[in-house]
């Protein structure tokens, strides 16, 4: 089955506990992203890639670490986690390498930092 | 600044109604997506509308692209309560390449 596979769909962490949020998806795509949602706020773009070892900044990258090393996985790192970082996080694929023509979302990751 | 607004931004009818869902900008997209979110899960994409003056189908839902590509609307017939949920639009621009932004949402609730 065509997916985007995120991981792990809770968690609940400490201020400053380094992170790791995984994503991965099994469709070829050149394109990933990542994105929070917050209430009132909407889903917003936090960094995305268009290829390879490519990444840029989204609208809300401060506190964000991304790498993409290999097509398939997308890893979303928080080096010291806030609490303004709570929030639902989702990863997203395209088979557009700008993603214009739609993404594929993950089921989501919720994270608590407290 | 948010770049793309919907309207209504909740919206509560009963079973068998129609609505209508409006995205609207000042600036030109180059492509406008909508998708369908339930809580707990990730959106899913219903559309993609690439086309100045683009209508597509989709069963009971029709979606159009603003001539100018800077608004989209999405038309349901015969709601139903299956098609309770949050709407988004989404939009990509020629200028930022890569870079996306989602509306603000329409959270719909059809009524038996």
């Known amino acids: 089955e065509a997916q985007v596979t995120q991981n792990p769909r809770y968690l609940i962490t400490v201020t400053g506990k380094k992170l790791t949020v995984t994503c991965s998806q099994n469709?070829?795509?050149?394109?990933m992203s990542w994105y929070r949602q917050d209430p009132g706020l909407g889903l917003r773009q936090i960094y995305y890639?268009?290829?390879?070892?490519?990444?840029d900044k989204g609208d809300v990258p401060e506190g964000y670490k991304v790498s993409r090393k290999e097509k398939r996985n997308f890893p979303l790192i928080l080096e010291s986690p806030s609490p303004n970082q709570t929030s639902l996080y989702f990863c997203?694929?395209?088979?557009?390498?700008?993603?214009?023509?739609?993404?594929?979302f993950g089921s989501g990751t919720r994270l608590t930092v407290v | 600044t948010q770049l793309l607004k919907q309207s209504p931004q909740f919206l509560s009818i009963q079973e068998g109604e129609n609505l209508t869902v409006y995205c609207n900008s000042s600036?030109?997209?180059?492509?406008l997506q909508w998708y369908r979110q339930e809580p707990g899960e990730g959106p899913v994409l219903l559309v993609t509308?690439?086309?100045?003056?683009e209508v597509k189908k989709l069963k009971r839902l029709t979606f159009q692209f603003g001539d100018a590509r800077k608004d989209s609307s999405l038309h349901i017939t015969a709601a139903q309560t299956g098609d309770t949920g949050l709407y988004l639009c989404?939009?990509?621009?020629?200028?930022?390449?890569?870079?996306?932004?989602f509306g603000d949402g329409t959270t719909l609730t059809v009524k038996p």
């Open positions: 997203a694929s395209s088979l557009s390498v700008t993603g214009s023509f739609g993404y594929t």
């Open positions: 469709m070829n795509h050149e394109y």
């Open positions: 890639s268009m290829n390879v070892e490519v990444t």
């Open positions: 600036s030109v997209f180059s492509s």
């Open positions: 509308v690439v086309t100045g003056g």
């Open positions: 989404a939009g990509t621009q020629n200028t930022n390449a890569g870079k996306s932004t």
